[in-house]
């Protein structure tokens, strides 16, 4: 096999080869000389030895080469400052100009990505259509003495494989100034198998100095990867991760002195480091000593050319404020900004302004009073002033508000500081970063527009005044209120950051560009003592120039409540006590205010909260929204999931204690234009529980899990409703799901209702359209967020809208708008719209209705049913089936019918009846008629048809032919003579013609 020949078999070998030149050819070629070949090393065999054979730059272009002898052991290396003479195989020095570091190689020049590594990206979902094409671009980027990685979603990798002879490290400088970007450095053998070291993940710069990093390396075969990875989905352009000066220990032996860069020098034998150039001096490759630049000229430390100075202007000084004398006047100074880098001698050129003006100084800060002397001095404790006057004792009944209230620069106070410090080295020339102005502190033009000017201010602890009540609902202990102002011509930031100390901040703010006069207020939850830093930067661009020295930050303002060891500017009103030693201010209970009128303390009225750190006067306490209540201490109102929705005289009534747990949920994938997956992610703790908030949000970025445990905690937010971005782990590489960005979007409850505008708040109906024929009003939870940001500066808002669908058991689903994918159409008022069976009202008795059945064999059932769809749940039960006794219908109509049948006989007989009654007296009637016409003495005539004196009455009569019975009737009505009278036929025979009068 190829690889099992022992190099001992390789002399032989080489002797055949030779040979075989020689014979063949040799009148052809001519013979080499030293330049035509080079020296080097046979691998090492299993005795750890090895051959020094001759190797021709030109095969086949000479013959005679030495040949082949012993070398030295493998273990075998030169000292630092020394090189290997491969043809005398000894150790020599190297010469001026030149450097060597022995065992080591070094890479300071990155012009080029030098030979030997290999510059790589790829995209983080390589499942994903075109991801190769997307990151081709996105690799790290020579920028001449470092090398920049990429700044968006694609993994950058910078890889360098080096075999060590013996034990060795590996060490290089770097600026990580962006945690949004996730960098780290490991090693892998040849097996590809990492090496386990505690140094995977690197620790953020601060402060734009350079960190230097340094790894145990193993003897053997290592690849070094430098990798980079975007995680700042969605937000600003972060900075790129630098590297300098790479440095390799380990390897077998160097052949040559390598010359000094540009910029740096030696002048010593032996020298295993060259020297940088300074300032305003200049060398060439390989130099010897630092020239020095034309007085016309100027250049950096460690350049390697001169730079042509260009004419002063305004832009090229400043001015700064002395401290007030005593007559309260101040001399305004000009400077040169340090480098100076202009000339005053060439035409066009301005002078520096005559120093010296004197101006009246600003008046005191409040709480601080005029000395005798000069300057101002503090009013101890129990004392205020506005600082204009003499410090002034509290009058009984009043407490010290303490804090500081910076608002006049005479001077930097005593616990604020200005530093500068530079990109590539430390320091900017002795000058400070910022410079009072009277009214406003802005910064300066110190050095290059990339350097870091910061602004810091210590603050030994946090406590709120003695009357205050210790509200454990809200964190909040006291507050910073700055008012600032940037006025930009490139990109420009500044940062506001917070932590325990100046060099351990983080930040909490960033604006960037021109940005008008404005006030930004972080609050305060913690009393321990905290830094506040403020950093602007004129440029992020790595090129060291002074192109934008106009621009500026300025602040006009600094106000910081409850400060330990603060200084009072007012006093406020307390609660008194009468004690043996006089009166004193105590503390209210929970859920009290102070009565200013009798400085003591009264409880709130009901359904009222307490304002944070608003304490005095009856009006400190809040009435509380729609549908909510306040809890036992008065610090906050909150909903107990319960809720009564009424309607003219109908209610409903809504019990959401399913939903008092702490629901999340993840939004539909999103991409950003490399095409990475990513997720929004909502906590949401609806209501109950006291008012406590549930939801909670963490940066685990940040975590000391990936970072250095000195560095801080992570970022947490924990409110009603929170938000965080999330990276599945298989993209990133981490054991679990990266969250970054947590944003607080509600941590107070305004109220609850089934109208779509509270306190400002709109939750248009039409960002969750519902059906045509909704029977019920959705339920609207309102939130707000007191945490101000650039763009929302009156904080965030949120709705949570309850909609009954008693097909989603349980938790149900939420859903964020169609046409807002993010949540928010304005970045500022998020909207949620949750549904599921439990935000039905209670069911009552109006949700369902009966059904009665027929009577069966004596027994009728009711049936009880809910009315469909059924939008209820719990509440009243549905009645159980009722079964009752009845009588059937078939009793009855037996009963109707007989009862029909005899009235009906009833009144045909009692007809008849009447009708034969009438007929006779109507013939009596026409009786006496025909008598009362006789003459007198005249006896009647005779008259068959009358019934004669003595004939029965109730002689039946007797018609003359037979007829039925509706026949008779008829012949009854309608038969009557010409006299009116009918013609009643008797027993006789005799006819009614015969009868007639």
Not at 555 to 580: K, M, Q, R
Request: glycine residues 8%; hydrophobic residues 30%; aromatic residues 10%.
């Amino acid at each position: 096999m190829c690889g099992d020949t022992s190099p001992h078999l390789l002399f032989p070998l080489l002797l055949f080869a030779t040979s075989f030149r020689l014979t063949f050819g040799q009148n052809e070629l001519p013979i080499c000389k030293e330049s035509d070949y080079y020296f080097e090393y046979t691998e090492c065999d299993g005795r750890g030895m090895r051959w020094r054979v001759a190797v021709p730059h030109v095969p086949g272009k000479c013959l005679g080469l030495p040949e082949p002898i012993n070398g030295t052991p493998c273990a075998f290396s030169c000292e630092a400052g020394q090189f290997l003479d491969m043809k005398e195989q000894l150790c020599k020095d190297c010469i001026v100009g030149t450097y060597s570091l022995g065992t080591g190689i070094e890479f300071n020049e990155w012009v080029t990505v030098p030979p030997g590594f290999v510059n790589s990206a790829t995209a983080q979902d390589a499942s994903l259509e075109n991801s190769a094409e997307n990151c081709t671009m996105s690799k790290w980027t020579p920028e001449g003495d470092f090398i920049a990685s990429n700044n968006d979603e694609c993994t950058a990798a910078l890889m360098y494989a080096v075999t060590l002879k013996q034990s060795g490290k590996v060490s290089f400088e770097y600026l990580y100034p962006d945690t949004t970007i996730l960098f780290k450095f490991f090693v892998q053998n040849d097996q590809c198998q990492s090496i386990d070291n505690e140094h995977k993940w690197m620790k953020k710069t601060e402060r734009n100095q350079w960190n230097r990093q340094t790894v145990q390396l193993n003897q053997g075969n290592n690849v070094l990867y430098w990798q980079t990875t975007r995680f700042s989905l969605g937000m600003k352009q972060p900075k790129p991760v630098l590297i300098r000066n790479i440095l390799i220990t380990g390897v077998a032996y160097t052949s040559e002195c390598f010359p000094c860069k540009p910029g740096t020098f030696n002048a010593k034998r032996g020298s295993s480091r060259c020297e940088i150039c300074q300032r305003n001096t200049y060398s060439p490759r390989g130099a010897t000593s630092c020239l020095a630049c034309h007085k016309d000229q100027y250049s950096e430390p460690g350049q390697g050319t001169c730079k042509q100075r260009q004419p002063c202007s305004e832009k090229d000084y400043f001015s700064t404020h002395t401290p007030c004398d005593s007559e309260g006047q101040t001399q305004i100074m000009y400077k040169w900004i340090e480098p100076k880098l202009c000339s005053e001698d060439v035409m066009g050129a301005v002078k520096l302004p005559e120093s010296g003006a004197k101006m009246p100084c600003k008046p005191c800060n409040p709480g601080f009073a005029p000395a005798n002397t000069t300057g101002c001095q503090p009013c101890p404790f129990g004392f205020y002033s506005d600082g204009s006057e003499v410090c002034t004792k509290c009058a009984v009944g009043t407490e010290p508000i303490q804090g500081f209230e910076y608002k006049w620069w005479n001077t930097l106070p005593k616990n604020m500081d200005s530093s500068c410090f530079s990109g590539m080295e430390e320091g900017c020339g002795g000058m400070n970063g910022w410079e009072v102005a009277g009214d406003h502190v802005h910064s300066t033009v110190a050095g290059a527009d990339n350097n870091y000017l910061m602004l810091s201010m210590a603050v030994h602890g946090f406590r709120p005044p003695q009357s205050a009540i210790v509200n454990e609902d809200n964190r909040e202990i006291a507050r910073i209120t700055f008012i600032f102002e940037t006025v930009c011509s490139a990109d420009c930031e500044l940062h506001f950051r917070v932590g325990p100390t100046t060099e351990n901040t983080q930040s909490v703010e960033l604006w960037s560009g021109s940005r008008e006069k404005q006030s930004y207020t972080y609050v305060i939850e913690r009393s321990s003592p905290l830094a506040f830093v403020w950093t602007f930067q004129r440029t992020t661009s790595f090129e060291e120039s002074q192109k934008y020295s106009s621009d500026v930050a300025k602040i006009y303002s600094i106000n910081v409540s409850n400060v330990v060891g603060g200084v009072a500017s007012h006093c406020g009103p307390c609660a008194l006590e009468s004690t043996s030693s006089g009166s004193l201010c105590v503390t209210c209970a929970s859920g009290q205010y102070v009565n200013k009128e009798i400085s003591k303390c009264q409880a709130c009225p009901p359904n009222t909260h307490l304002k944070p750190h608003h304490f005095v006067g009856k009006e400190s306490c809040v009435p509380c929204g729609p549908g909510t209540q306040s809890n036992l201490n008065h610090s906050l109102c909150y909903n107990d999931c319960r809720f009564v929705y009424r309607e003219g005289q109908k209610s409903w009534e809504y019990d959401f204690s399913p939903l008092s747990n702490l629901t999340s949920f993840t939004s539909e994938p999103r991409f950003t234009p490399k095409g990475v997956r990513f997720f929004h992610h909502f906590n949401i703790g609806l209501c109950g529980n006291q008012g406590r908030k549930l939801a909670s949000c963490v940066d685990n970025v940040t975590l000391d899990e990936f970072f250095d445990e000195g560095e801080g905690f992570a970022r947490s937010v924990t409110s009603y409703i929170c938000q965080s971005t999330l990276v599945p782990s298989d993209l990133v590489g981490f054991r679990t799901v990266m969250s970054s960005h947590p944003i607080n979007l509600a941590d107070h409850l305004i109220g609850v209702t089934t109208q779509t505008e509270l306190d400002n708040i709109k939750a248009a109906a039409d960002l969750f359209p519902s059906g045509k024929f909704r029977a019920l009003p959705d339920t609207i939870f309102y939130y707000r967020s007191t945490e101000s940001t650039q763009t929302c500066k009156n904080g965030r808002a949120s709705t949570v809208r309850l909609r009954c669908k008693p097909g989603n058991v349980g938790s149900g689903t939420i859903s964020v708008p169609k046409k807002c994918q993010e949540g928010t159409c304005d970045g500022c008022t998020f909207h949620f719209l949750w549904e599921t069976a439990e935000a039905c009202p209670l069911c009552s008795k109006s949700d369902y209705h009966e059904i009665v059945a027929a009577c069966i064999n004596g027994i009728q059932k009711t049936t009880y049913l809910w009315w469909e769809p059924k939008l209820c749940k719990g509440g009243v039960a549905l009645p159980e089936q009722r079964v009752s006794t009845c009588k059937t219908i078939d009793f009855f109509l037996k009963i109707g019918i007989i009862t029909g049948t005899v009235t009906a006989c009833l009144l045909i007989a009692t007809t008849c009846y009447f009708y034969k009654k009438n007929r006779k007296l109507e013939y009596k009637y026409s009786k006496l008629i025909i008598n009362a016409s006789s003459k007198d003495g005249e006896l009647p005539a005779v008259d068959s048809c009358a019934i004669m004196e003595g004939e029965d009455m109730e002689d039946d009569l007797i018609f003359m032919s037979k007829k039925s019975l509706f026949g008779k009737i008829k012949s009854i009505a309608v038969k009557r003579t010409a006299d009116g009278f009918d013609c009643v036929p008797l027993k006789s025979s005799s006819g009614c013609a015969d009868m007639e009068l």
